[in-house]
């Protein structure tokens, strides 16, 4: 048995049964919040709500896979959203989930609003376990909250991710750097000045340990010429690093490619990671 049977029998699809076409773990599942607005997002229902005062929505597959799984862009959801291979998986059943925390750069205060969506999509049925999908500032929400909730993340895909603000936005190493956005991460996280938040060891290049030792997967998208979040200062260290604590990681480079465009000019390796991770052999 090849391993695309395997996984269909696995979970209750026949072999010649579409994979965009799986069927719902349950014909009567029903989602909806309080106070809901309804619109479609790239074609699918999207359900429109509030937790804690913020704009959060979830997208609803047409027909879920098992087990209700889901991927989270924590920042940037609708920056080449086809790249991504986010319709790809909603077409697999994936559900699509975001919350709106502003400019937050993945401070302490934008993981309490993440905590309090997570309670609340999985308190709805969706799965214990979901995809992260960190873009550029977004990989600082992604890793953040991921390293106190190892538990909660299936696997980690992070494109041209910040890995370390002293690269972006202090600009401290070969990037542009943001001067104006820098101050307003010191303000953001609480800095009492500049050498406190050069000084801070919660980088997701530092922190990396708890992602390891819960044997979550990482896929980067870089763009080899990236002058806003150099490779070498961000990705290549979170490589490294990763692989040293016998984590895996995937790399996929694009030569002669800047900070844009995000993705991939074929995302379906993108959907086969987070696929098999969600539903490993």
Not at 8 to 25: C, D, E, F, K, Q
Not at 137 to 156: D, F, S
Not at 161 to 180: E, F, L, M, T, Y
């Amino acid at each position: 048995m090849n391993r695309r049977h395997f996984i269909n029998s696995l979970i209750g699809i026949s072999a010649t049964t579409p994979i965009g076409r799986m069927p719902a773990v349950a014909a009567d599942a029903k989602f909806s919040w309080p106070e809901e607005k309804i619109d479609t997002w790239n074609g699918f229902t999207r359900h429109i709500f509030k937790v804690e005062g913020c704009s959060a929505w979830v997208v609803e597959p047409n027909h879920a896979a098992p087990g209700n799984p889901w991927t989270w862009c924590m920042e940037f959801p609708d920056a080449f959203t086809a790249r991504t291979g986010v319709p790809r998986l909603l077409e697999k059943g994936f559900f699509h989930v975001h919350i709106q925390v502003g400019n937050t750069f993945g401070s302490p205060r934008a993981l309490k609003h993440f905590d309090a969506f997570y309670r609340e999509i999985t308190e709805k049925g969706l799965a214990k376990k979901g995809t992260l999908i960190g873009i550029s500032r977004g990989g600082l929400y992604a890793y953040n909250w991921a390293v106190q909730n190892p538990g909660k993340v299936v696997c980690i895909y992070g494109d041209a991710p910040v890995c370390d603000i002293k690269s972006w936005p202090g600009g401290k190493g070969v990037g542009k750097g943001s001067p104006a956005e820098w101050q307003a991460l010191i303000k953001c996280y609480e800095f009492k000045d500049e050498a406190e938040a050069l000084a801070w060891k919660g980088n997701p290049v530092d922190n990396l340990a708890p992602l390891a030792t819960a044997k979550i997967p990482l896929v980067h998208v870089v763009g080899d010429i990236d002058d806003v979040v150099p490779v070498k200062e961000n990705t290549a260290i979170i490589e490294q690093r990763y692989k040293e604590l016998g984590g895996e990681i995937k790399v996929f480079h694009k030569p002669n490619v800047g900070h844009h465009p995000h993705g991939l000019d074929d995302p379906q390796p993108l959907v086969d990671f987070i696929f098999q991770k969600t539903y490993p052999v």
